[in-house]
């Protein structure tokens, strides 16, 4: 069965450095997004994409983010300068062009900002 | 805000008994989802149910929606073991950017 997959499965970073999570959506899918979970919140929308523009962002997507769809399989996640509250999961989710229902999810990218 | 709040927070059952959860909106939504995270994985689509459909049964799962008191129920009948996860709603109100809760973490005892 196609799946959503991301990596790194897991990223240690120094606060200040760059990080880039990568996602490779499912082939057919169209529309794209990320989330993220800080440990033991909730999982919060972060951005869509389709059309390889932002369609929209959350008031979390500051400019530290951008995302990107570089070629037609890769969607990133880029974090400039990242913050120790950056630390959570993200997650890369996908639909595809009917968006008859759920979204595809990803295992999640685990980022921990030392 | 149109964030899902579950209740309970956690539910701790016995095999074969059924488990029941509880989701609380805000505001006016095209559909609500549910889906299951298993312990530093993925969340899973289980089942979503429109704005104007009242209950919807999948496999174990039923799902109710009550828009009059934006809210919604799951209902795991006959859990298994293998059930033990955090289930969240999600609400969905424009363009799949989903609001979700903080989900019912569920203990299925064996």
């Known amino acids: 069965e196609p799946e959503v997959t991301q990596t790194p499965s897991h990223q240690v970073t120094q606060m200040g450095q760059e990080v880039i999570l990568r996602c490779v959506p499912i082939?057919?899918?169209?529309?794209f997004y990320w989330y993220r979970q800080i440990l033991g919140q909730k999982v919060e929308f972060l951005v869509s994409?389709?059309?390889?523009?932002?369609?929209?962002k959350s008031e979390i997507f500051d400019d530290q983010f951008s995302v990107e769809r570089p070629d037609g399989s890769n969607f990133t996640l880029k974090i400039r300068s990242t913050k120790l509250e950056d630390s959570a999961m993200y997650f890369c989710?996908?639909?595809?062009?009917?968006?008859?229902?759920?979204?595809?999810f990803g295992e999640g990218s685990r980022l921990t900002v030392l | 805000s149109q964030q899902g709040e579950e209740d309970p927070q956690a539910l701790s059952i016995q095999e074969g008994e059924n488990a029941t959860m509880n989701c609380s909106y805000k505001?006016?939504?095209?559909?609500l989802q549910w889906y299951r995270q298993n312990s530093g994985r993925g969340l899973v689509h289980l089942i979503l149910?429109?704005?104007?459909?009242r209950e919807k049964h999948s496999g174990r799962l039923r799902v109710t929606l009550d828009t009059s008191k934006k809210s919604s129920s799951l209902l795991i009948t006959a859990s298994r073991a293998a059930d033990t996860a955090s289930y969240f709603c999600?609400?969905?109100?424009?363009?799949?950017?989903?609001?979700f809760g903080a989900g019912t973490t569920v203990t299925v005892r064996a």
């Open positions: 989710a996908s639909i595809p062009q009917g968006r008859t229902g759920e979204l595809f």
């Open positions: 082939s057919n899918h169209l529309y």
């Open positions: 994409f389709y059309n390889n523009e932002i369609s929209e």
């Open positions: 505001t006016s939504i095209n559909n």
């Open positions: 149910i429109r704005s104007n459909e």
């Open positions: 999600a609400t969905d109100a424009n363009d799949y950017k989903l609001s």
